[in-house]
């Protein structure tokens, strides 16, 4: 009787409920906070206000603007150039294609920020390239979307983003330290997908002429150019990561309007209408979680959980074991956002407690929760993959393994050496 009075037991069944049954997770943790805020009388007057006040922060701003600009740059013909470029350049090398896929995965990630954008972005062009050229189809699809998740590692990162929001932490930082994170588990991948090609004899198509690939290379340029500015200008003082959005906005508009002249009225309509339901999503899920989060607070769920995880061990490697653990689970369910304004109230405490590096720690977050958007049974990457290439996910899920250990291996790395990614917000003095 008395777990039924309990409002931290409503505030996890409300949302755990709604969720099992495939109920949207914005719509699952909204409902939840509002019907216990309402019948523990907990000032229900409160929520819209706190509704508005969470998404209400300029560096939230950055979010919209870096979704808007992935997909301009999409629309434009950016990817299609840079993809054409890179397989002019790799020609019939044994998995030169696939290595290729992996590292235009993260470059891409410079650009949209979104795994799932990301897929979508490159999976329509690479796909089909790689079964072309004589890769299984289903191999393909998993590269595609496994590499992709390295676009909420690569910065500019949404993920970073919202993470930098709720620990407070400097974005610049954020986006510093995952450079070199992104780029040891782009290497993990490109090590997996040249064994495996190694091994079944996958190869690329042979490269033209020099004046081919210089011709390339002239297409892709500008798109080349793209992270230069957007990184560039943030590390080199000219704009705050914020800005920096804004500005691919627009450098996004005048390539396709003046260089490419691929923009009219139709695609830019397009461009709009996808910007705006892929925000509406996003921010939903940022507006609920951080009323839920708030909720738990209150009810003292967070502490609760806090205090459990750490009366399990007192010896640091085994909490932070457990912690991956339960993000790797976690991301299984969830996407990386939500995840975010969900565990890091709970695990804010044991941070503090145990003295550990937030920027480090909200790297290896974002790096687990990379690897969630391709672990199974939600696996947004591998859906929207196998969406593309006309498999199921079954098919896509066997592939995908060698290389999901390869992303864990990565993790496995970042954890035991945190210096290695507090090493460059350091160099730059960020945070």
């Not at 993470?163 to 997996?192: E, H, K, N, T």
């Not at 909200?362 to 687990?368: A, E, Q």
Request: proline share 5%; charged share 10%.
């Amino acid at each position: 009787m008395a777990l039924i009075q309990d409002p931290v037991f409503w505030t996890l069944a409300l949302f755990l409920v709604p969720l099992i049954v495939r109920v949207p997770i914005g719509v699952a943790l909204g409902t939840a906070t509002i019907v216990v805020v309402w019948f523990w009388d907990m000032g229900y007057q409160m929520l819209s206000y706190s509704f508005y006040a969470g998404i209400a922060k300029f560096p939230l701003l950055a979010i919209p603007f870096f979704i808007l600009a992935g997909i301009i740059m999409e629309k434009v013909g950016i990817a299609e150039r840079i993809v054409a470029l890179i397989k002019q350049a790799v020609g019939d090398v044994t998995g030169g294609l696939a290595v290729a896929t992996v590292i235009v995965a993260a470059f891409w990630g410079a650009v949209s920020g979104s795994g799932p954008a990301t897929v979508a972005a490159l999976g329509l062009i690479l796909i089909p390239s790689m079964a072309d050229a004589g890769y299984d189809k289903a191999f393909a699809t998993a590269t595609v979307s496994v590499a992709s998740g390295l676009a909420i590692i690569i910065p500019p990162s949404i993920s970073f983003i919202v993470y930098g929001d709720i620990m407070q932490q400097s974005v610049g930082a954020m986006f510093a330290a995952g450079v070199i994170p992104g780029i040891i588990v782009a290497g993990f991948l490109c090590v997996a997908v040249y064994l495996i090609s190694r091994r079944h004899g996958y190869r690329g198509q042979p490269r033209g002429s020099a004046k081919v690939v210089l011709k390339s290379l002239g297409d892709a340029f500008w798109g080349l150019m793209t992270p230069v500015i957007i990184l560039g200008g943030i590390y080199g003082g000219i704009f705050t990561p914020t800005e920096a959005a804004a500005v691919a906005v627009f450098y996004g508009l005048f390539v396709g309007l003046v260089i490419y002249r691929t923009l009219s009225f139709r695609v830019l309509y397009d461009i709009l209408k996808e910007s705006v339901i892929s925000t509406a999503v996003v921010m939903l899920v940022v507006a609920c979680a951080g009323l839920y989060s708030w909720l738990g607070a209150t009810v003292g769920l967070i502490d609760k959980i806090a205090n459990m995880l750490l009366s399990v061990s007192s010896n640091p490697t085994i909490i932070l074991l457990m912690i991956n653990v339960i993000l790797l689970f976690a991301g299984m369910l969830l996407d990386a956002n939500s995840i975010m304004y969900i565990f890091l109230p709970i695990l804010m405490p044991i941070i503090r407690t145990l003295g550990w590096d937030p920027i480090w720690f909200g790297v290896m977050m974002t790096v687990n929760l990379a690897i969630g958007q391709v672990t199974p049974p939600v696996a947004v990457n591998l859906f929207v993959g196998a969406r593309l290439s006309n498999l199921t996910m079954e098919d896509i899920a066997k592939p995908a393994i060698p290389l999901i250990v390869a992303a864990v291996i990565a993790l496995a790395v970042l954890c035991v050496f945190p210096s290695l990614t507090t090493f460059l917000p350091r160099l730059l003095r960020l945070g």
